[in-house]
């Protein structure tokens, strides 16, 4: 056997050369060097360079149809009005825990989506705080309930209570004593159930709304993420939600001019939450319109 390094001649098969001490592996090596692992993945098996892979990363349709929402103009727009919308609520001294984590996750998910990210986790979490708001809206509901049935019940014995009151008032009141007081005796009773009755329609305004919109648009944001994690879930209450939108953005526009007599923070506050809930309409309108759910 010969060296590979010096060419001498071997009988035996050593791990070193006698004569130039030269490794058999290390000669082998040098014959026939590794090629460069970089070159490697350039290079495929027909020896042309290869363009490396780049990672796949596969979407649901329902994602891919909300990174589209996400990315469109709209959306940026209405992400802004929101934002407007909070801070002028701050101007009026109102504190809304849940406008300002659904505010975030609005421009979380819009942050996203300009990797092309179809944001889900935070998507879930706008499902969660519009399920909160339900959920609040009952205890609003439950309360308002009470306090009706309780004025419309106990008419009477709130009504001696509210006469000992203002006898107790009458001195420091003299001259609004003076003129109302025996009405407002006369009356007391009645003021009592009116207001009771006041707060039991309040009650009922607020379980429609709860049930009909705030329900439907749950289950609808709800269905819009599950069904981008599983294709295998429908969309639900579609219709119903975008209507809601609509009927809510006319509302809150209309409050808008209410306040603008009392309050510039008030009118400028339900003025950019009409526009979010209209925004919300054209973009659910735009990208659902072949889903009749």
């Known amino acids: 056997m010969k060296c590979k390094n010096c060419g001498f001649e071997r009988t035996e098969d050593f791990k070193f050369c006698p004569n130039c001490g030269q490794s058999s592996l290390e000669a082998e090596q040098t014959q026939n060097p590794a090629p460069d692992s970089e070159q490697a993945q350039k290079t495929d098996f027909s020896g042309e360079q290869a363009i490396p892979a780049q990672p796949i990363t596969l979407q649901s349709p329902m994602a891919e149809r ?12 209405l992400c802004i009005l929101q934002s407007a919308a909070l801070l002028f609520e701050f101007c009026c001294s109102n504190f809304s ?14 942050a996203q989506s300009k990797n092309n990210i179809t944001d889900i986790k935070n998507m879930r979490s706008i499902s969660g705080t519009i399920f909160a708001k339900y959920v609040i809206n009952w ?20 009504s001696v209570y509210g006469i000992d009151i203002m006898n107790m008032l009458r001195d420091k009141l003299d001259n609004f004593g003076g003129k109302y007081y025996g009405f407002l005796v006369r009356n007391l009773s009645v003021g009592v159930i009116l207001i009771g009755i006041i707060f039991i329609i309040a009650a009922i305004v607020v379980a429609v709304i709860n049930v009909f919109a705030t329900r439907s648009i749950h289950r609808f944001a709800q ?32 409050s808008a001019f209410f306040a603008l007599s009392g309050n510039a923070f008030g009118f400028l506050t339900a003025g950019c939450s009409a526009a979010v ?10 990208y659902f319109s072949d889903i009749n759910a």
């Open 66 to 77: 909300m990174l589209s929402l996400f990315k469109d103009s709209f959306f940026l727009v």
């Open 97 to 110: 825990v849940l406008g300002i984590l659904f505010t975030i996750f609005l421009w979380l998910i819009y």
């Open 139 to 158: 205890v609003v509901c439950g309360i308002f309930a009470f306090f009706g049935i309780l004025l419309t019940a106990f008419y009477s014995v709130l």
């Open 223 to 254: 269905s819009v993420y599950q069904s981008s994690e599983n294709s295998a879930i429908p969309i639900v209450k579609k219709n119903t939600a975008q209507s809601w939108f609509l009927v809510i953005g006319i509302l809150k526009g209309i």
């Open 277 to 286: 809930y209209v925004f919300a309409y054209l973009l659910i309108k735009k």
